[in-house]
């Protein structure tokens, strides 16, 4: 497993939603949890953020992310009660 960078990860996730969603402010955007995935150089990470024709609506996700290329392997939407299990 590599050595964790939180920083890249959330570089990674940020890049992939301002190219879906352009400009999200970073006062929406919020990173819940970073854990590995048990595969190396990916982790899982679970964010959230409020879409600026969104209200005040926080839409939630998790996301597999391999620091080693800095892509977004994969990615979904959860509910917020999704968000326990990394407690």
Do not use: C, Q, T, W
Not at 19 to 37: C, E, M, Q, T
Not at 58 to 87: G, H, M, P, Q
């Amino acid at each position: 497993m590599a050595k964790i960078n939180a920083h890249e990860i959330v570089d990674v996730v940020i890049n992939v939603l301002i190219s879906s969603y352009g400009n999200l402010g970073y006062a929406s955007f919020k990173i819940h949890s970073i854990r590995p995935n048990g595969k190396k150089d990916r982790y899982i990470a679970k964010y959230s953020f409020i879409p600026r024709d969104g209200g005040d609506k926080r839409i939630y996700y998790e996301a597999r992310v391999n620091i080693k290329d800095k892509k977004l392997v994969e990615f979904e939407e959860i509910k917020e009660s999704d968000l326990e299990n990394d407690n």
